[in-house]
């Protein structure tokens, strides 16, 4: 089937195309942090990707490093910071254990089908064994893989430290998602609307398994290979769906509720991915591949963040429903081992129960309400809450963090002070304040403190990051990094942390994301 045009890979005009590979790195560097490598990926076989040479990096140099993630993957910090980990890092020298691949996978792309993809700028070293379980590492920016077509494997400076940064702060918000190690850079020249810098990140997950691998082989009624990559799954990530009646349905339930539980994630920071393309989703529910991504400034619910998506497919308020038609794409994939399609709707319909009730949990803790049991007679007060929020669009952020302090005149008064139309804000705090007055003032504030946020990464913090970034100056990643990390926390130590948590400055609205990265 023909290719969308002008979405978000570099060139996709002929998708079939295979590319002549540069030579590898020669040299492969000791292991002197005794780093146990795993390849489960790669034991299921050619089928399933093409062994990666990587491109070397010219003169790379650290732009950052993350010692939490390194903690977790069990490499000491010293090692991390040495010439031998930025080489291994930038894709220049192999590591031993590691079997470099790039997996092929297709995809539905802005809802119309692409056929074949892959991993066009990602190469899977492999999988570390840690003490919370197997860990993939994946270089995205190494070059030129098979699945390219026609571009040339990198990433752009930019669009890397936006990853780099965003997966931290979503892990710190409590939201499933990949995860960042570090982020090297180099002078080498990259054409995308203009000529950038070139950096790779490193970035981890229990798999990096997509929809649209499952709807590769489908596709292409390649339907024992479609089993084996089902049962890999569920052996690895859902092996309590191996004793269900019929396993592959129950792997399709247990993805929908995943799925579920990350969309009211994401709706209830404002989140906005971009580019909810299947090939974009995780099997594990992970917020992955992050291109135009934003958080909400104004809450504005069809709010489009991604200046590509002319049509407004991917807007803030049809995620959880692009999600729904994503999971029918999934379920049409695995159809040939669920075989009745009866079956299949069954699992889907999970989706329509665990969202609600997992946005609700979200926005009840938002609002401050402890009871144990979730309240049918709180959804109008959630709904004229976010109907307030929307027809004054008012700043999703400050909003929610200001209002964890709503029982105190201050607060109160703070909060009064984002609102134009104050009739209609009285008569919302008149129905809010007689519900939280049943609560604990001080347990509920705590609650509130943890779960709202003073901290994410806007547009135009990442873009003031980028810019120094450019000019070799590093320091305001690491700061955002350290403050993202811990985004409920006051970081009165920081000189600007007003300036950080602030609303964003009118040039901030001229900021386009777009897919070119």
């Not at 795993?38 to 089928?47: C, E, I, T, V």
């Not at 993630?69 to 031998?84: K, P, Q, Y």
């Not at 809802?111 to 990602?122: K, P, S, V």
């Not at 591949?289 to 803030?316: M, W």
Request: contains cysteine; charged residues 20%.
């Amino acid at each position: 089937m023909p290719a969308l045009a002008g979405t978000c890979d570099q060139v996709r005009d002929n998708p079939a195309m295979t590319l002549t590979l540069p030579d590898a790195a020669p040299d492969t560097l000791t292991n002197p942090v005794g780093m146990a490598w795993n390849n489960r990926f790669a034991s299921l076989g050619p089928d399933f990707y093409t062994p990666q040479p990587m491109r070397p990096l010219g003169q790379p140099y650290w732009i950052s490093r993350n010692a939490a993630v390194a903690r977790e993957l069990g490499l000491g910090s010293d090692w991390l910071a040495s010439a031998e980990a930025l080489e291994a890092f930038a894709g220049n020298r192999l590591l031993p254990g590691t079997a470099p691949l790039a997996s092929v996978y297709s995809g539905h792309q802005f809802g119309q089908w692409a056929g074949q993809l892959g991993d066009g700028r990602a190469t899977l070293l492999g999988e570390l064994q840690t003490p919370q379980g197997g860990r993939e590492v994946q270089l995205k920016g190494a070059g030129m893989t098979p699945y390219s077509r026609m571009g040339d494997g990198r990433a752009v400076l930019r669009s890397s430290i936006r990853e780099y940064l965003c997966s931290e702060a979503m892990h710190a918000l409590g939201i499933a998602t990949t995860r960042a190690l570090c982020l090297a850079g180099s002078d080498d020249r990259v054409r995308r609307e203009e000529i950038e810098t070139a950096a790779v990140v490193t970035r981890t997950a229990p798999s990096f398994i997509r929809f649209g691998h499952f709807e590769h082989f489908s596709y292409a009624d390649q339907h024992a290979q479609l089993r084996t990559l089902a049962d890999f799954v569920i052996d690895h990530f859902y092996p309590a769906c191996r004793d269900a009646t019929q396993p592959y349905a129950a792997l399709l339930q247990a993805v929908s509720e995943r799925t579920a539980e990350l969309m009211a994630g994401w709706q209830s920071v404002g989140f906005c991915h971009g580019v909810m393309n299947t090939d974009n989703m995780s099997i594990l529910g992970l917020t992955i591949d992050y291109g135009p991504f934003q958080f909400l400034d104004a809450f504005v619910p069809g709010h489009i963040c991604n200046q590509s998506d002319s049509q407004g497919r991917y807007a803030y308020n049809k995620q959880p429903n692009i999600a729904y038609w994503n999971l029918f794409c999934l379920g049409q994939a695995l159809l040939p081992l669920i075989e009745e399609q009866e079956r299949a709707l069954e699992a889907l319909e999970s989706y329509k129960t665990v969202y609600p009730q997992a946005l609700q949990a979200r926005l009840r803790a938002k609002l401050g309400l402890l009871d144990d049991a979730a309240r049918q007679d709180d959804k109008p007060l959630i709904e004229s809450t976010l109907q307030l929020l929307a027809a004054q669009q008012i700043d999703h952020t400050i909003f929610w963090r200001r209002l964890c302090h709503f029982h105190t005149p201050a607060g109160r008064e703070a909060v009064r002070d984002l609102f134009l139309d104050r009739p209609a804000f009285e008569a919302w705090a008149a129905q809010y304040g007689a519900r939280r007055d049943q609560q604990d003032p001080a347990v509920s504030t705590r609650l509130m403190l943890a779960t709202n946020p003073k901290f994410v990464l806007r547009n135009h913090l990442g873009e003031q990051a980028i810019r120094a970034a450019q000019h070799k100056d590093f320091s305001e990643i690491d700061k955002l990094l350290k403050v993202l990390q811990s985004p409920f926390d006051e970081h009165e130590e920081l000189a600007d942390h007003a300036a950080l948590s602030g609303f964003p400055p009118d040039w901030a609205a001229d900021i386009e994301i777009s897919c070119s990265s």
